[in-house]
């Protein structure tokens, strides 16, 4: 696996890594294609797995409900200012 | 003490115990014997002690349930305010919750008194245990093994009796393999039977909670109360009542041969003759997939696992880091990078990558039509035949913490007996049933069709009687 | 310049005015402290799972069938993957395999019909506010309730542009699914522009996002045909690359957004944490049921009862103001309803927002008794535009307002013999006219005005005495 591919993984997945760890993840990821790689060779049906269907009676009524406090939705946050989540864009 | 939960109901509601007084012996217990196994990574005993009074409470005025007073403990992937909710992650370390998983509310509402969050692979990655934030935990039975994973350390309070029951998740194993690696009952329901809001999400279509105990009878107990449709899940629903008579039981000989070691081939050999004490018919099953459920599992439940991680980025809650960075991404790579252990990097790239481009097609829809593949393999060759399925929970007793397994298929073979039931949705539950050679336990699988959850949990109460394996106290 | 062909696409966002969130009880309001209407699922912490409400699976479908889409029989839902402060889950639930609606389409004035290639609903982002430092994230938005409305590219024109969103504006509020306000954000638009010669494959196309405005809308668009046109006559064809682009207004042109097109692999997949949704056909029938008559069918009435278009298009626009109108017309006359209606009221409504709200003192009952007073020349039209003021603003009836004598009124017989009375009492001025002098033929309109304590028409007066002179 070319590791520009990775690179643009690491985008995707929102990690970085270092130039041995990217060599180390590039192998760990041709590994595991290769394992799973299999699949690609059995013939398979044209279903896809698909989840259970639900009725629209059982969806959410409309109707509105206490939220959290302004506190509570700040209180996991590194920063807050104003009732705002606080966010330096670079430091 | 007894040993289950109607006994030791039925002592506090004669009132030869108080709740306080044996939660407080079960705090005394947890200080003794955790420091052995870290099987607890958070106690809190005023919120434990606060709990057993107002149990006692309900005791004293009436109308209690089965588990009013009875300490228990949860995997810390299982939100609760009363105690951290981290996933034994780094990332999650000081998040504070804000709301409770509806188990965790259930089981308030029954007077169940909370004694700890158990550990556990970090964000339930891994069969082993080891990997968890807050350090690695060990078995009981021989402290230089696993507990096995990610429910590890569920399964070793129960089986060090540091608790009466626990709750576990099982996305892949997760439940099963620690209580076969650590001798106690694991139960991974029908997928959709218990909620799972307030569970912290490794693969949503996998994954269920469910009751880690001593015996199964006390596993019955706990599910019927876990189970049941919820608001706040909209993929729960109510599993029917279900029975079986007469159970035919399919075993796929050839498969546990070709993987189980010799000592749980002896063990699965009894279970074998205990299906003819119970004169229940034994048929051969085979299925065409079994060496590609942990392929299809690799794929599929990676993909959701990246996915699902995607919200730690440390901006709304979470590990931020304290580096300089230029930007937005550059914060969320880094805090991320700087949170999350290997294997956490490591399925998150594979999830994803599993989904980039061409892969999408390649792997991800053809994975997703093998897996419906395989739902109609199991109905029209396996479930046309029986109605449960023995196996081996595991090919192996626990294995030493210093083992290194070579290749991605041994490590794969850990969970073979145990994937199925994820990949399709199936009730499957590890009973304890023998030992190996040196003396580890060795459990035992029973898994049935979906929505059979209380089918199954009566036939496995009945090969319970004749285990070969006591639990230790 | 005509020779190339301007091929235009629309992807509109509409937010609906449900009263919780798409999958969480908050509370669906503009406005508010920061950070008031969020709860753990809404805000994307661990462990939580999506609530789909149930409201917002009507009012989508709703909307679909105001639009002459299809329904289908299932629709399921699907994460979009990208990480951005707004986004707290990383991935945005939304529809892309099985959505909600599809197939329909919107008929312009001239009978072209725009197609509409589906409606998917999904979650609003939160709200950023930037200052030099820092990002400041409210989270009220975040997770409210969209409807994507996605068009094929089949405007031609600027003036089809604004026609295509003011009828759909015109259209999802009548039906009471959104109030559609541009400016205030609960409908924004992405435009798709590319040009092509006539016969040939389209062109390259270029996106300008989140546009909220109609006015730059039709600027934008205008800009971008243009600097597309340029560039392929000046031999630089491969310049136009498929690309998102952001307009400015102070500049009124368009400038690139240099996004990464690379990195932005959303790995669309099935959402697991949703049931595929059996859309019930009586489910679907009821909502047909309830449709209320949608604009295009109200202006064909109007237009029938002999109203022009500009007008019939202004009381089709807010569905409380054709309401009222379609009441009031059943009491009264429908030319002259209108014109109180767009005049005085609308004159008395100073904002969009009253007008919207059409909240009069005046009953429908009473405005059409007023009106039909004027037709049968009862009043006159001068009479009725001075009281109605009157009544709006102290909210009695027209009755209280106007004499027996009013109600009783003067026929045009009646005038006619008082204009010659006046033509006869003042000579002088009859003379003065004839000499050019215009103002002279007041004072003989002014006496009739007397006469009938200025309940004549003077309109009608004027021309009679013109006539008699003559």
């Given amino acids: ?91 | 003490m007894p040993n289950n939960l109607i006994s030791l109901a039925t002592q506090l509601q004669r009132k030869e115990i108080s709740s306080v007084e044996l939660t407080t012996e079960y705090l005394k217990k947890i200080k003794k014997l955790n420091k052995k196994t870290n099987a607890y990574v958070f106690t809190n005993e005023e919120v434990s002690l606060s709990q057993a009074k107002k149990a006692d409470q309900i005791i004293a005025k009436g109308a209690p349930s089965v588990l009013t007073g009875i300490p228990m403990s949860l995997k810390d992937s299982i939100m609760t305010i009363d105690m951290p909710t981290t996933a034994c992650s780094k990332m999650l370390a000081k998040y504070i919750p804000t709301y409770n998983s509806t188990v965790y509310t259930k089981l308030l509402n029954n007077g169940a008194v909370l004694l700890g969050k158990t550990n556990m692979d970090e964000f339930s990655m891994g069969s082993s245990c080891l990997n968890g934030f807050f350090g690695e935990a060990s078995n009981p039975y021989d402290t230089n093994r696993v507990t096995g994973g990610s429910s590890g350390g569920s399964a070793a309070s129960i089986a060090q009796d540091t608790c009466v029951y626990s709750l576990g998740t099982d996305a892949g194993g997760s439940i099963r393999q620690p209580a076969s690696y650590c001798g106690i009952v694991g139960f991974k329901p029908t997928y959709g039977a218990v909620s799972r809001n307030g569970l912290i999400a490794l693969a949503s279509s996998f994954e269920q909670i469910g009751p880690m105990a001593k015996n199964v009878g006390d596993t019955k107990i706990i599910f019927n109360v876990i189970k049941g449709k919820d608001e706040f899940d909209q993929t729960a629903f109510e599993i029917p009542r279900t029975t079986r008579q007469n159970p035919i039981i399919g075993i796929d000989e050839d498969h546990v041969e070709k993987t189980a070691d010799k000592d749980t081939l002896a063990v699965f050999e009894k279970a074998i003759k205990a299906c003819s004490k119970l004169g229940y018919k034994t048929v051969k099953i085979k299925s065409k997939y079994n060496d590609i459920y942990a392929k299809l599992y690799y794929i599929l439940a990676y993909a959701e696992i990246a996915s699902n991680m995607g919200r730690y980025t440390g901006i709304d809650f979470g590990y931020s880091t304290k580096s300089k960075y230029i930007d937005t991404n550059d914060f969320i790579k880094k805090s991320r990078s700087e949170a999350f252990s290997n294997e956490v990097k490591t399925r998150i790239m594979f999830g994803n990558h599993m989904l980039t481009g061409e892969n999408m097609e390649k792997f991800y829809y053809k994975a997703l039509k093998m897996r419906n593949d395989l739902v109609e393999d199991y109905y029209l060759n396996v479930f046309s035949k029986c109605d449960f399925i023995l196996s081996p929970t595991t090919p192996t007793a626990a294995f030493r913490k210093d083992y290194k397994h070579e290749s991605i298929q041994e490590s794969a073979l850990t969970n073979i007996f145990a994937l199925p039931a994820n990949l399709i949705g199936l009730p499957s539950i590890s009973i304890p049933f023998g030992v190996s050679s040196d003396n580890m336990p060795i459990g035992m699988l029973l898994t049935g069709k979906r929505n059979f959850d209380n089918a199954l949990l009566s036939v496995a109460e009945n090969f319970e009687k004749h285990s070969g394996y006591k639990v230790l106290n | ?470």
């Fill in chain 3, 1 to 470: 310049m005509s020779k190339y062909n301007l091929v235009v696409g629309f992807e509109t966002h509409v937010e609906l005015n449900t009263k919780t969130k798409i999958f969480c009880s908050c509370a669906n309001e503009f406005g508010g402290e920061p950070n008031t209407h969020c709860c753990p699922i809404c805000l994307g912490e661990p462990g939580t799972l999506p609530q789909l409400n149930k409201e917002v699976v009507r009012y989508a479908i709703k909307a679909g069938l105001s639009l002459n889409c299809k329904i289908p029989q299932i629709m399921s839902m699907d994460r979009k993957h990208y990480f951005y402060p707004d986004l707290g889950k990383s991935y945005q639930t939304t529809q892309s395999a099985r959505p909600i609606c599809l197939e329909g389409f919107l008929t312009l004035d001239s009978g072209k019909k725009i197609r509409i290639n589906h409606i998917h609903i999904e979650e609003d982002a939160s709200k950023l506010i930037h200052d030099a430092q820092n990002i400041y994230i409210d989270n009220n938005r975040g997770s409210t309730p969209l409807i994507e409305i996605v068009t094929e590219p089949d405007i031609a024109s600027v003036e089809e542009a604004r026609e295509y969103i003011e009828k759909l504006q015109a259209i999802l509020r009548h039906i009471g699914v959104s109030d559609c306000k541009m400016q205030e954000g609960s409908m924004r638009c992405d435009v798709n522009i590319s040009v092509n010669k006539e016969g040939e494959p389209l062109g390259t196309r270029t996106e300008i996002k989140n546009m909220n405005s109609i006015s730059f809308i039709e600027k934008a668009i205008s800009y971008e045909y243009d600097r597309h046109v340029d560039l392929i006559e000046s031999g630089q064809k491969n310049q136009i690359i498929q690309e998102t682009r952001r307009y400015d207004e102070k500049t009124d042109s368009t400038e690139s957004m240099r996004e990464k097109e690379d990195a932005q692999d959303y790995r669309y997949f099935p959402d697991p944490d949703f049931l595929v949704l059996r859309l019930d056909s009586k489910f679907v029938e009821n909502i047909k049921k309830t449709l209320p008559k949608l604009p295009a069918e109200i202006k064909s009435e109007l237009i029938q009862d002999g109203i022009d278009e500009k007008a019939a298009d202004l009381l089709v626009k807010y569905k409380n103001v054709s309401d009222y109108y379609l009441s009031a017309k059943t009491f009264g006359d429908s030319k002259i309803l209108a014109t109180y209606i767009l005049g005085e009221i609308f004159r008395f409504l100073e904002t969009e927002e009253e007008k919207e709200q059409f909240n009069i003192k005046i009953s429908a009952n009473d405005l059409g008794a007023l009106s039909l007073l004027q037709k049968n020349n009862k009043i006159t039209a001068h009479i009725a535009y001075s009281i109605i003021p009157k009544m709006l603003k102290d909210g009695n009836p027209h009755t209280a307002y106007l004499t027996k004598e009013d109600l009783e009124g003067f026929d045009n017989t009646e005038i006619d013999k008082l204009c010659q009375e006046g033509i006869a009492a003042m000579p002088k001025a009859v003379e003065d006219y004839k000499s050019g002098k215009e103002k002279a033929l007041k004072a003989i309109v002014g006496y009739v005005m007397r006469a009938t304590k200025g309940k004549a028409d003077p309109v009608y007066t004027e021309n009679k005495i013109l006539e008699l002179i003559r």
């Fill in chain 1, 1 to 91: 696996m070319k590791k520009h591919t990775t690179i643009l993984l690491s985008e995707l997945s929102g990690l970085e890594f270092s130039k041995d760890e990217l060599d180390e993840i590039t192998k760990k990821l041709e590994d595991m294609e290769t394992y799973v790689s299999d699949i690609c060779n059995i013939k398979s049906g044209n279903e896809i797995y698909d989840f259970d269907m639900a009725n629209i009676d059982e969806l959410r009524e409309d109707i509105v409900k206490d939220s959290l406090s302004q506190e509570d939705v700040l209180k996991n946050a590194a920063k807050s200012k104003n009732g705002y989540i606080q966010f330096a864009r670079r430091k």
